[in-house]
């Protein structure tokens, strides 16, 4: 069925340090796929999406890569700040006008 | 410029009664979707409206309803509240209908129901 999860629910890093946050999804007909920042108290902001044609997408300090030989999305966030602290939240377009949610990552940056 | 706008922020109930969570989005998009978000569930779609007239189905459905009353309003209904339902409930906005783009997404309402 459609999951898509993710290997650590908890990342703890320093600040200026580089972070990767991983991503496993399921459904090999998925074609896009996008990352989302949850701050606590708030509704989610969209940070980065990448299209099934693309291996890597470059944004502000982010970068997305996607591996479809093994179906696993990773965040890279470069030169990590203490705002950056939030859950992350990897997510899938199967089709069907919808996008199917992880779990979430915690990334904990400590000044 | 408010973006999406849920009501209320904060409900508590008791199981049997029924309320309604308001979203008004100002951004004139297509499309509007109301999600769950429970600890360690991530968010799960419950209903979602391509465009104004039009209403679906998403992943968990049963114990609610919904209206899209015009392009700007979507709202969702819990005719008869259980403990089940105790979550964060999200509206979001996106401009297409095929599941891609950005989703824009309102500052939550938590209920809980005792």
């Known amino acids: 069925g459609e999951n898509v999860g993710l290997h650590l629910p908890t990342l703890s890093v320093q600040e200026g340090d580089n972070s990767i946050i991983n991503c496993a999804y399921s459904n090999s007909a998925s074609d896009y796929f996008i990352w989302y920042k949850q701050e606590s108290g708030k509704g989610p902001q969209f940070i980065i999406d990448?299209?099934?044609?693309?291996d890597k997408r470059q944004g502000q300090r982010v970068t997305v890569l996607l591996n479809k030989t093994v179906k696993h999305l990773s965040l890279q966030i470069a030169a990590t700040q203490p705002g950056d602290s939030a859950v992350y939240f990897c997510?899938?377009?199967?089709?069907?006008?919808?996008?199917?949610f992880g779990t979430g990552t915690r990334l904990l940056v400590s000044p | 410029n408010a973006g999406v706008t849920q009501t209320p922020k904060f409900q508590v109930l008791k199981t049997g009664q029924s309320m309604t969570l308001q979203c008004a989005q100002d951004?004139?998009?297509?499309?509007m979707y109301w999600y769950r978000q429970d600890p360690g569930m991530g968010l799960r779609l419950i209903y979602y409206?391509?465009?104004?007239?039009?209403?679906d189905k998403g992943e968990v459905p049963n114990g609610y309803n919904v209206s899209r009353l015009n392009k700007r309003e979507f709202s969702l209904r819990l005719e008869s509240a259980a403990p089940s339902q105790t979550s964060v409930y999200f509206c979001a906005t996106t401009q297409t209908s095929g599941g891609t783009g950005e989703l824009f997404f309102g500052e939550g309402s938590r209920l809980t129901v005792l």
């Open positions: 990448i299209r099934s044609n693309m």
């Open positions: 409206s391509a465009s104004e007239g039009t209403t």
């Open positions: 951004m004139n998009h297509n499309s």
């Open positions: 997510a899938e377009n199967p089709g069907f006008q919808k996008l199917v």
